[in-house]
């Protein structure tokens, strides 16, 4: 294969990993600049700024054009950062201080970490960090296996563990883009939804751009710290992923345990609860129960700040799904509750209700838990029963 071949190889390479995402003006700057190929002379801001952000005023130095081609170099040195693909020797740089791309075979590039479903270089990072963190952290405590995780132990296949993550979009001034920003819009779940959005909204979201980023709550942190001991103890091998990555066929090999909030379940949200007694509400911080009608809100949004005590709710549930795997799903309405129930469901004693859960078929469980300030304090158990 020649350095052009190569070239171009390793550019789709990139573009199907979504570095670069799928539209916007970063993609562009990175497809333009591929089709100068590996040796083409490097272009200038003025250049940049009028042939492929169609700037028809521009200064001799364009800070629009220095904001991408940073983000763009920071991008492609975070990809290769995890990339696993050793044999290929080669990789895609854009050298500093020059704006045209390049076929480098500096064996310091080497890859080093595998991302295994090929999600997003700087989400993949976080997640992995902050996993080896917690398995070294605490691979030492000892597990306590009860009743709600049996399944996964009489069972062959790997676990899937899902954390439950959010999607952001930037917001950049064409002529100010220090003044860029990063924005959580809750009708807004992915780059496709943020295309389709710029096209029936533009007034709104013209300005909007997909920049690849994706975002956890930080009390995943804590319930990973519970959990995943559990699961090293038991001999499972765990692959941990974003809830936005997750595909369907994914349940096909392997069980799943999700952690995270109700608002970050992506598609295992309506995979879990068609066949629930619970409904989740449009906020996402309320649960109603379909048996009794009666609704379960959260109070923490409004009370966080102030030291008045307030309710959050805990949704645990245990199925199996028609693929035959087994779900296991910890999550909460918001952080608090994650942070209270993560080591009770990880202990050997569990409390009154729950600890009547047989160690086979499915079933969910409500729990209250009281905060104040983001500490939970206490939680009781309201209600246990079987679900489909």
Request: hydrophobic share 40%; charged share 25%.
């Amino acid at each position: 294969m020649d350095v052009t071949a190569k070239f171009a190889a390793e550019a789709e390479r990139l573009r199907a990993a979504g570095v670069v995402g799928r539209g916007g003006r970063l993609r562009d700057l990175f497809d333009h600049l591929v089709s100068r190929g590996p040796d083409g002379h490097p272009m200038t801001q003025d250049e940049i700024a009028r042939e492929v952000f169609r700037q028809d005023e521009t200064d001799a130095d364009d800070a629009t054009v220095r904001v991408y081609i940073h983000r763009l170099r920071k991008k492609i040195d975070n990809f290769y950062a995890m990339d696993t693909d050793i044999e290929r020797g080669w990789r895609i740089a854009l050298p500093s201080g020059t704006y045209a791309l390049r076929l480098e075979t500096d064996p310091e590039f080497a890859p080093t970490v595998r991302s295994r479903w090929g999600m997003p270089a700087l989400l993949g990072s976080v997640i992995t960090a902050a996993v080896m963190a917690l398995v070294f952290a605490f691979v030492q405590r000892p597990a306590f296996p009860n009743a709600i995780w049996q399944p996964l132990a009489h069972s062959d296949r790997p676990v899937l563990l899902v954390i439950g993550d959010y999607y952001l979009f930037g917001e950049i001034d064409p002529v100010r883009p220090e003044y860029g920003r990063l924005i959580r819009d809750f009708r807004v779940n992915g780059p496709e939804g943020l295309a389709a959005l710029q096209q029936s909204e533009p007034a709104r979201y013209g300005n909007a751009e997909d920049v690849g980023l994706n975002y956890l709550p930080f009390s995943s942190a804590y319930a990973l710290r519970e959990l995943l001991p559990m699961l090293s103890e038991a001999g499972k091998d765990v692959t941990v992923i974003a809830g936005s990555s997750v595909k369907p066929d994914m349940l096909n090999y392997f069980d799943v345990v999700y952690v995270g909030l109700l608002s970050g379940m992506h598609v295992l949200e309506e995979q879990t609860f068609r066949t629930s007694g619970f409904k989740v509400g449009e906020s996402y911080d309320e649960l109603t129960d379909r048996r009794s009608g009666r609704a379960y809100i959260s109070n923490e949004a409004r009370s966080l700040t102030s030291p008045a005590f307030y309710e959050d709710y805990a949704y645990l549930a245990r199925y199996t799904a028609p693929t035959g795997a087994a779900i296991i799903v910890v999550a909460s309405e918001r952080d608090t509750g994650l942070r209270a129930v993560s080591p009770v469901v990880a202990g050997a004693d569990l409390p009154d209700g729950l600890a009547d859960v047989s160690p086979q078929g499915s079933f969910e469980a409500l729990i209250a838990v009281t905060g104040q300030q983001g500490a939970d304090l206490s939680h009781r158990t309201l209600i246990v029963r079987a679900r489909p």
